[in-house]
């Protein structure tokens, strides 16, 4: 499996970007897909995740109410929709998928894929 994340860019404080990761697999629908980031100095940590079917999602409370989570399986592709982002929302965001459900407890070293991240800078 291969997850192919875009989306990145530089946006001012306020603003807006949506990511993508789309996964190279027949069986997409049988992972649950998710967001982490890694800024510069920092552990790498959850955003978000989204089951197979979409009907569950998770956040990482730095983000409840300014990101958003879907999916399109007939496209294999996860999207995180980023509005009112902040400075410190600047970081390195991957896109991971795993067959077992994971949220913000999960260790993402246990992960079974992940894409290779895309920029998102932010600035003041």
């Known amino acids: 499996v291969q997850l192919q994340a875009s989306g990145g860019g530089l946006a001012q404080a306020g603003g807006f970007l949506r990511l993508s990761c789309t996964a190279s697999?027949?069986?997409?629908?049988?992972?649950?897909m998710g967001w982490f980031r890694q800024a510069p100095g920092k552990e790498r940590e959850f955003v978000g995740a989204?089951?197979?079917?979409?009907?569950?999602?998770y956040y990482a409370d730095f983000v409840k109410g300014r990101f958003t989570i879907s999916r399109d399986n007939a496209k294999n592709t996860v999207y995180l929709q980023m509005n009112s982002l902040k400075p410190d929302d600047t970081a390195v965001y991957y896109c991971?998928?795993?067959?077992?459900?994971?949220?913000?407890?999960?260790?993402?070293?246990?992960?079974?894929?992940w894409g290779q991240g895309t920029l998102v800078t932010v600035s003041s």
């Open positions: 991971a998928a795993d067959r077992a459900l994971f949220n913000s407890a999960t260790n993402y070293g246990t992960l079974d894929y």
């Open positions: 697999v027949r069986t997409f629908r049988d992972y649950t």
């Open positions: 989204i089951s197979w079917n979409g009907g569950r999602t």
